[in-house]
């Protein structure tokens, strides 16, 4: 995996020292890395750091938050690599999609981390204040919420997007046909709607929009909700029927 970062170009140097200089910095995982996600915060702490999700065929797969070293060597060496762990947590199955929450109204909310699976999970990360050989700071992954309409059974999650509006909010797509809308802080379900015919695959909020969201399902559809009138959708795509196949078509699902 690499990174261009237009700081911290000379070994112990600050971005306060430093104008701004391409550079192509590596970090290896030591598992198969299947979704990843930049932090949203600029401030000196969370700066270059990155959340990594692992694809594992069984049980113990990890999430991990890895920055850039300040003290990362430009000749990337192996023996000095440029990013360092600074926090880990597993989880079952792999995560389709990682966000951090989007910044509003400064740095004093929670460092929040959301990923997508067997279903929607938000975890707090923490700095612990324990310096790490690179010269970061470690971090605590603490598990926040689980979120799932059913307490028996959860649809697996595909994907969502977090509110840039309101960062309480998060929108989730499933295979169950579905798209939800959750309060994180109450973490309850605002709104669940079906949205497709077939499973959903994708789903994402208009920019600068609180209401309006698109959606991509199996049916071959992109389409478009707005939240305060449910009862109609917009159609902004829809593939022939050659290629979206239907529901009743004997080969779906055979393997």
Known sequence: MSSGSPYYSVTGATPDSMSPRKEICNYFSAYPVYSLAWSRRDDRNSMFRMALSSFLEEPQN???????????????????????????TTTDYPLTKLLWQPIAGGF?????LAGAGDSLRIWECEQTG????????????RPRAKMATRADYSAPVTSFDWNQIDPRLIIASS????????????????????AHDREVFDVSFVSNSQDVFVSAGADGSIRMFDLRALEHSTILYEAPAAVAPSTSDPNIGDS
Do not use: Y
Not at 130 to 141: D, Y
Not at 177 to 192: L, M, N
């Open 62 to 88: 990890r999430v991990q938050v890895v920055q850039l070293s300040p003290h990362h060597d430009p000749a990337h060496t192996p023996e000095r690599p440029d990013f360092g762990l600074v926090a880990e």
């Open 130 to 141: 324990e310096p790490t050989e690179m010269g970061l700071c470690k971090s605590n992954l």
């Open 175 to 194: 295979i169950d046909t579905t798209c939800t809308v959750w309060d994180i802080e109450t973490q309850q379900a605002k709104t669940q709607l079906i």
């Open 108 to 112: 004093a909310q929670p460092d929040l």
